[in-house]
């Protein structure tokens, strides 16, 4: 709890309107896509990284938790305040510092939405592929903290792939730059890299630089019907077999398909049970020569149906439901966990009869969407947390499924980070020398363990 005193001295450092302590004003703040709930003391809006240096000094000084915040949209619980204190909202640090086409990469304080970002280095044929699916609600400083990935990883990388260097804030205060502005450089430590997917308990990243590259000429993009999610696994395995790697390899099994018909702007028939929805990037004749191929393997692989989007608008439409199916499970319970594992492409057809075996075993629907092109797939367990024999269940399902994917040698989170709802299974993939090692790097960086915690770790930071 922050005292009284405290907080009127964070009052004084930011100014009445950069800090809120009321009730109402609080909540938007005490949860995010994980739909999970804990209230802060307060949450302040800093407008510079000497801002967040001072704020840090005094929560050395009066031990208070003070936890970053993007856009909120992440799902393993990253920004949640679950141990009170100080919310720090990244909402002020809105600018696009530099784009520079010469040099091929932009200046960007994190609090940036990761949509406009784009839109603008479009604007000078540029572009920056990462593209989570909370794409309109996501922030720049959110995607670094959490490595985020998205739907065109499958081309081309994920976050970090991405991130040159950055200005951070230490959680003692300090104020560092690591990285470089330049299209390499191996000086010291990678800073950059370790802070990449830190989540948030290492460092407060007030500024990026981020590596653009040049726009696609075209895009083309393309869906395919199959009876089974098997079916449809198999022929991302025949995609990649034949040398092609498309911008986007999407999967939806029976139950997405359902929550998402209506939006998906073409009908389907009933006996679909599985799509893909494929996209591809480059010069004209390529984008034409790929398209071709795929359609032939996919044909040849089982599908009942393929379709090309001939117009931007359908195209737009068929992704746009698919970067709503996340919400649209809803429909089918009122809660759900949702996982993010990834496991070798040529895998994922087991991992689909597992999935099924599952549900079955378990008596729950387990919807499955997401990045085929990676292995990634989005296992969202469905249930209802008033039913208590439904939430008994879902710890056991959770830990099944994470031995099984490990078992096939793949991992428990592609991209939403390991945060509050993943630690407590650390363990199944880690060894104890290695958390261990990770929590000496934590000590090093955060001595009264103030920047986030309760993340990552399975025991008390
Ligand atoms: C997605 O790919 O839709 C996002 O990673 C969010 C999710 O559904 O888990
Ligand atoms: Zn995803």
Redo the contacts with the bound molecule.
Sequence with gaps: MISDRVLRELTNLLGPENIVTRRDDLIPYASD?THLSYMPDAVAFPGNAQDISRILVLANQEEFPVIPRGGGSG?SGGALPVRGGLVLSMDRFNRILLIDPINLIAKVETGVITSVLQEEVEKLDLFYPPD???IKICTIGGNVAEN????RAVKYGVTRDYVLGMTAVLPTGEIIKAGVETAKGVVGYDLTRLLVGSEGTLAVITDVILRLIPKPASTRTMMALFHTVSAAVETVSEITRHKIIPTAL?LMDRLCIDCVRSELGMSLPPQCGALLLIEVDGDKALTKREAERIREICLQSGAMEFMAASRKREAEKLWEA??N??AAVYKLRPDKV?E?VVVPRSRMAELSSFLDALGRKYNLSIAA???AGDGNI?V?ILFDKNAPEETRKVDEVVRELFRKVLEAKGTISG??GIGLTKAPYLDMEMSRPAIELMARIKLAFDPKGILNPGKIFPYRS
């Design positions: 896509a799902k989570p699916a909370s985020a990935g998205g739907l999407e698919r970067r199916v996340s949702s993010d969407y997401g990045h989005h969202n991209e939403h």
